[in-house]
């Protein structure tokens, strides 16, 4: 089993550097767009400031906010393992791109209505405590991800055009193991942060 748990951690770790390169460039890239349209339209901007606002300060029920994180994290992880098994190189990165889009998007609107200094705060104290969970968790998905993905290239490959095309060495019970090991896990404790702490934390901000 802990042979299983290491394997390919050389993989796992190249993606991980390469997945928050991408993370701080599409989320700063969405944050500076939005921060711009937003301020132009500051009606807009507290509009949905105030329904942000109005969401924290009634989120009372902790234990919902964590299974409702819980289950949709761990719908778009599985997720990622699906899209892995279509085979297409790189697509499996698409709900990631969208994921560190989505995380700019807030933050440009706490830019737009709080300055640069409300928006680094909301990063640090809103998103990062889980995000540091969540995100690599989400990496470590495209990383196995990518791996079956290559693999059944491979034997496509090797099944239609070439039979003599190299084997593919991929150990489908150490992906599986992994997955449920490190991914649900670190998505579970992210979602008991982003469900008990982040809203308390953010409440902070908007008011």
Not at 81 to 109: D, Q, R
Not at 137 to 153: E, F, H, M, S
């Amino acid at each position: 089993m802990k042979k299983r748990l290491g394997y390919n951690l050389n993989v796992i770790g190249h993606y991980l550097l390469i997945g928050w390169l991408i993370f701080f460039g599409v989320t700063i890239f969405v944050c500076l767009v939005t921060y711009l349209v937003m301020g132009a339209n500051p009606n807009f901007v507290r509009g949905i400031f105030t329904g942000l606002s109005g969401k924290f300060a009634n989120t009372h029920d902790s234990l919902s906010a964590f299974w409702a994180i819980l289950v949709n994290n761990e719908r778009v992880a599985f997720g990622l393992m699906i899209i892995g098994m279509i085979p297409i190189p790189f697509l499996y990165w698409i709900s990631y791109y969208l994921t560190c889009a989505s995380v700019g998007l807030v933050l440009g609107i706490y830019a737009a209505k709080l300055g640069i200094g409300g928006a680094l705060a909301a990063f640090v104290l809103g998103i990062l405590p889980h995000g540091i969970l969540e995100m690599s968790a989400l990496i470590i998905g495209v990383a196995l991800a990518a791996q079956v993905n290559k693999a059944l290239r491979q034997s496509i490959k090797r099944f239609f055009a070439d039979p003599y095309y190299r084997k593919s060495s991929l150990d489908a019970k150490a992906i599986a193991l992994q997955y449920v090991c490190i991914i649900i896990p670190m998505i579970a404790v992210a979602a008991l942060i982003e469900g008990f702490v982040t809203p308390a934390l953010l409440r902070l901000l908007v008011h």
